[in-house]
């Protein structure tokens, strides 16, 4: 079967499933845009460049910089861990269009992006849909649920391209002291979660020292390298995640590396599983937060910006943890915005809450396990900036809190 015998088999308006993040397949979304009026396209953290007109229903539970502010979004808000679950009921793909490496012994490998592919592909099977690799040379092989059966695939289009790779990331002053300060309550043997950007960077930068770490993620960049460099890892336990974003050195390092071990995302992000990790740390970021501890890491003026993604499902499952710990860490004050990011009340609809501790580069703020006055008086003390403390106090009497 052929690109275009496939697509005409779809449905009116067809739900299409295609690799996001940094692996999106350009050169087959292109074709698959040309050949068809109308469809819905869902894509886990759109980048600019995506199809976005008339007949085109941008779908996702992650919103990326290519589609937040289109008139055509529709966003499904889900944890990131139950969005296999809306592939298998709510929202079954007819198609799903993959970005893979070249076959290899019957099979071929997703590289950098696994995440929700596997469920998507299981379902698209089961309804008789089209499932569409875009194979690429470029692409690193990797092991685990990255590595699909050739004969589940119907239509191989080949487009070699360069993947896009991460800028070097600048560790600021605000950054490196909130990475110094989460850095700091990681012991050895721990297991770690964090994203990329400069807070993360500082965070693990900062572990260089520490022995026996293990890394069970959503996804990881050259930091994680840089751990592995210095022998932090521990080596009898493999790299889980469930995609990976980084330098050109990063995808040369894990492309054939069977200490790397990708997994989807209901096994990644499934809370439970991510609970019997061994001192699991978790750290992420937020938009604001306030002084009960709540978290607005989705929402800008009531409109979304980003999505649950995995916070919610790796909090819960840190906290779960024998000797597991939640962090959601931030500046203390918004450089574009001009405004706190600590806020007496968040205005927005709530991303998480209870998590261990709020970090920013003024200190961190105890939050788990203390009464909902302390946790003010925490956050107020210790996380907030001096410029906005006499307001919020002010602000806590009057909820109550002070």
Known sequence: MDLAGALATLPANPRIVVSGNHATPWHTLGLLDAALGEYRLWVLNGQPGLPDRDGVTLETSFVGPGMRRSPRLSYVPSRLSMVPTLFARELPPDAVVLHTTRPRGGAVSLGVEVNVLPA?????????GVVIAQVNDRMPWTYGDAVVDLDLV????????????????TIDDASARIGELVAARVSDGATLQAGIGAVPDATLHGLTGRSGLRVWTE???????????????????PISASFLFGSPELLDWVDGNERVDMVR????????????????????TALQVDLFGQANASRINARIHSGFGGQTDFIV?????????????????????????????????????QMSAIVTEQGLAEVFGRDQREQARQIIEFAAHPAVRDELREEAVALGLW
């Open 317 to 353: 499952g840190a906290l779960h943890s024998a000797g597991g710990q939640a962090f959601i860490a931030l500046r203390s004050w918004h450089p574009k915005a001009d405004c706190s990011t600590v806020v007496p009340m968040v205005d927005e609809p709530i991303t998480s809450f």
């Open 120 to 128: 998507a592909l299981e379902s698209v099977r089961r309804r008789g």
């Open 154 to 169: 119907d239509v191989l289009v080949e487009a070699d391209a360069p993947l896009p790779t991460a800028p070097v990331t």
């Open 265 to 284: 995302t209901e096994e990644t992000n499934n809370p439970a599983r991510i609970a019997r990790n061994p001192a699991m740390v978790s750290v992420n």
């Open 219 to 237: 996804m990881f960049s050259d930091s994680v390298l840089a751990l592995e460099k210095v022998g932090a890892l521990d080596r009898n336990v």
